[in-house]
C-alpha cells in the first residue's frame, strides 16, 4: 500500500525545534525509531537549515540523516531505499524537482512512496508532492507551477495566511483553469494516506486548511495537536 504524506504550509523544524507538526509525521512511520532523512535541496543542501535539522531531530526517536545532492552525491537512491521517513525542506520548489530528476530521487521519492514510507514537508517540502503547486520559484511574483511529482492529485498552495499575495493568486489561478486542490495556512499540516485525505493537524489556534475550487474555498477544521 502507498504510505503517507503530510504536506505542511508552513513551520516546522525551522520555525521551532520541538515543533508538534514533526513529531505527528513521526508518529505516521510504525518504525520503533525511523530512519529519518532530510533533503535539503529546495534550499541548496543550506548549512543552516541542515544543522537546525539535525539539532531538532537528535533530541526525537529516531535516526537522523541527510541526502546532499550538491556537490558530489553519495549514492543517493540507494539512501533513500533505507529510510522510513523523507522530509524535504521549504525553498525553491522548481530547482528542487529539476535536480532530483537529473539524479534520479524523483523516481526513488516514489519509489519510497509505494513501499509505504512517510513523505512530507514545508512548503516547496509540501508542494513537490502535487501534480501543481502555487510557488515563488520563479520570481518574487506567485505563479502556477504544473510540474510536480503528481504522488497527490490536483493542486497545494502553503503559507495561505502567511503571505499576502497567496490566497488572491491561488483562487485566480483556479477560476481560470488551475487545477482544484488543497490550500494550508502557516501551523498547519494536511496528512494523506495513499491519496486520500485523512486529517488537518494544526498547532496555532485559528489556523486552518481548505479545500479550493473554482469559486468556492471550504474551510477545513484541523484537530489542534
Known amino acids: 500500500m502507498p504510505g503517507h504524506i503530510v504536506a505542511m504550509g508552513g513551520g516546522g523544524f525551522m520555525a521551532d525545534r520541538a515543533s508538534p507538526l514533526d513529531g505527528y509525521m513521526l508518529s505516521l512511520s510504525p518504525a520503533r525509531r525511523p530512519h529519518v532523512c532530510f533533503v535539503p535541496t529546495p534550499?541548496?543542501?543550506?548549512?543552516?537549515?541542515?544543522?537546525?535539522?539535525?539539532?531538532?531531530?537528535?533530541?526525537?526517536?529516531?535516526?537522523?540523516s541527510c541526502l546532499r545532492l550538491f556537490g558530489i552525491p553519495s549514492d543517493p537512491v540507494a539512501h533513500l531505499e533505507k529510510q522510513d521517513v523523507i522530509y524535504v525542506s521549504g525553498g525553491?520548489?522548481?530547482?528542487?524537482?529539476?535536480?532530483?530528476?537529473?539524479?534520479?530521487?524523483?523516481v526513488a521519492l516514489r519509489d519510497a512512496w509505494e513501499r509505504g514510507a512517510v513523505l512530507g514537508g514545508v512548503s516547496a517540502g509540501a508542494n513537490c508532492w502535487f501534480e501543481c503547486s502555487v510557488?515563488?520559484?520563479f520570481s518574487a511574483s506567485l505563479h502556477g507551477l504544473r510540474d510536480g511529482l503528481g504522488l497527490l492529485p490536483g493542486s497545494f498552495c502553503p503559507h495561505y495566511d502567511g503571505e499576502a499575495q497567496r490566497r488572491p493568486v491561488y483562487t485566480r489561478l483556479v477560476s481560470e483553469g488551475f487545477p482544484a486542490g488543497y490550500?494550508?495556512?502557516?501551523?498547519v499540516a494536511l496528512h494523506?494516506?495513499?491519496?486520500?485525505?485523512?486529517?488537518?493537524?494544526?498547532?496555532?489556534?485559528g489556523a486552518r486548511a481548505y479545500r479550493v475550487e473554482p469559486g468556492v474555498e471550504?474551510?477545513?477544521e484541523p484537530r489542534r495537536l
Do not use: K, M, Q, Y
Open 218 to 220: 471550504t474551510p477545513i
Open 192 to 205: 494523506f494516506a495513499g491519496t486520500e485525505l485523512r486529517e488537518v493537524v494544526a498547532v496555532a489556534e
Open 92 to 106: 525553491n520548489t522548481a530547482n528542487a524537482l529539476a535536480v532530483w530528476r537529473l539524479h534520479g530521487v524523483d
Open 43 to 64: 534550499v541548496g543542501d543550506s548549512d543552516r537549515a541542515i544543522a537546525a535539522f539535525f539539532e531538532a531531530f537528535t533530541a526525537r526517536e529516531c535516526e537522523p
Open 183 to 187: 490550500a494550508a495556512d502557516d501551523g
Open 135 to 137: 510557488t515563488d520559484s
